[in-house]
């Protein structure tokens, strides 16, 4: 009954409410706390008053339900912070033009909390960056603006967000939260709040370890993935399955983890966190050659399906303006997340090759590209048939391949969705070298 009743009393300010902060607003909302979602578009708040989501893994029931309850307060004024115990900071953390960390929206978010800053607040971070940033970006804006000293009048601390969007087997509260401070009682503090929210709670020694884990997992999959793609262009030019590759390899119980191609990393996490720690080490005068490689290859992966559907269009004769039909936008399936996406490159890359390029993602209406405004398409027999080329993007579960399969003159699958699959076109795989 003690911890039910400092729930009830606890209210949190989580700032951004995007594919991080809404979730967990949302978690802690059902776990009972009072929670304010605090974010600077108006859109987002306005969505969230009227009970609608613009997340696919949130449901308007979902907001609707933490409307009414009472205990969730959608707002774009950071003043709400001052009536919260916990101020949890979830906004982006992307790269700029030249690929360097931008901590700008961060900054903003920092100083906007600290001039409501009081004794005894707790604020964490959320946001994926470099390993020193809670400790020397986000310490120093608290203290300068609120006068206020950390470990002292208020505890500070990181805790890298884990969220999966799409992934219906992992949600937010059942995947293990690394926690930290900047001192134990900071630990002990923050540790205690994620607790009564999620499953699992796993402390840390510092800022900077829980900074370093996020964005070892994050370059992990880049470095793998960025592998696994280049592998596929070997097979392609050996003219083996890599995909065949790949189940024979899983047979083996040790010693391997498999990884698979496709059209790119997206994202906001795997093709950006890993060029924070790669602009962290060059600071200290070392580099990742690894991460760096894996960057190179990644950003390739478009321009190599551009130039693989630019030769199968030439060799089943379509003319040099020929309809280019993509299907998926977004970096994974069953998401509206275009962020870092490279599909978008391929896109542009196409069209600079003279293809007429139309796209069709049933979670993206609309993209802009160089100032110029796309929209969906539909997809259907017509849009099919008049297609030279239908190319797999993105493979989200409402895909219609049996459709495609159908209607298509010309398939290139970069998702390996039509294995085992005929259809009347000819179809062809990333990786399999036909």
Excluded at 22 to 34: I, T, Y
Excluded at 228 to 234: F, L, P, Q, S, V
Excluded at 400 to 410: E, Q
Excluded at 423 to 434: A, C, E, F, L
């Amino acid at each position: 009954m003690q911890a039910q009743s400092q729930r009830e009393s606890m209210k949190i300010a989580v700032i951004g409410q995007g594919y991080v902060g809404l979730p967990l607003s949302l978690l802690f909302v059902n776990k009972g706390f009072h929670v304010f979602g605090i974010d600077l578009d108006h859109r987002k708040i306005e969505s969230l008053l009227q009970g609608k989501s613009y997340l696919p893994d949130v449901t308007d029931k979902e907001i609707a339900d933490s409307n009414q309850s009472g205990r969730f307060v959608s707002t774009s004024r950071y003043d709400s912070v001052s009536e919260a115990e916990a101020i949890i900071i979830c906004v982006p953390t992307p790269l700029n033009s030249s690929h360097l960390p931008d901590l700008t929206i961060l900054e903003r978010a920092v100083a906007g909390t600290a001039k409501f800053l009081r004794k005894g607040h707790s604020v964490i971070l959320e946001s994926s960056t470099y390993p020193g940033t809670t400790r020397e970006i986000v310490q120093p804006i608290l203290e300068k603006e609120s006068g206020l000293a950390a470990g002292t009048d208020f505890y500070l601390g990181y805790s890298p967000e884990r969220i999966d969007p799409g992934n219906e087997t992992y949600k937010v509260e059942n995947i293990p939260k690394l926690i930290s401070g900047i001192t134990p009682a900071c630990i002990e503090k923050i540790s205690n709040l994620y607790a009564r929210a999620f499953q699992k709670v796993v402390s840390v020694s510092s800022p900077e370890v829980a900074e370093m884990s996020k964005l070892l997992e994050n370059s992990h999959r880049l470095i793998n993935i960025s592998f696994i793609n280049e592998i596929a262009t070997i097979c392609d030019a050996l003219n083996i399955d890599v995909w065949e590759v790949i189940e024979a390899a899983k047979t083996k119980p040790f010693g391997f983890t498999p990884y698979y191609p496709g059209p790119g990393i997206g994202g906001h996490c795997i093709p950006v966190d890993p060029l924070y720690l790669q602009w962290k080490a060059q600071q200290e005068g070392i580099s990742s050659k690894f991460i760096q490689l894996s960057d190179e290859i990644n950003r390739s992966v478009p321009s190599y399906l551009a130039s693989r559907v630019s030769a199968l269009l030439q060799k089943h004769s379509a003319p040099a303006n020929a309809n280019v039909l993509i299907y998926g936008v977004t970096y994974k399936k069953d998401v509206n997340d275009v962020r870092e996406s490279p599909v978008l490159d391929l896109i542009v890359q196409l069209q600079a090759s003279g293809y007429s390029v139309s796209y069709h993602d049933p979670y993206v209406p609309s993209i802009t590209l160089a100032d110029t405004i796309y929209n969906s398409v539909d997809i259907d027999e017509s849009s099919l048939r008049n297609a030279h080329c239908v190319i797999i993007a993105t493979d989200h579960s409402v895909i219609p391949i049996h459709d495609i399969l159908a209607y298509a003159p010309l398939i290139y699958d970069s998702r390996n969705i039509t294995a085992g699959l005929s259809g009347s076109g000819k179809v062809y795989r990333i990786g399999t070298g036909n």
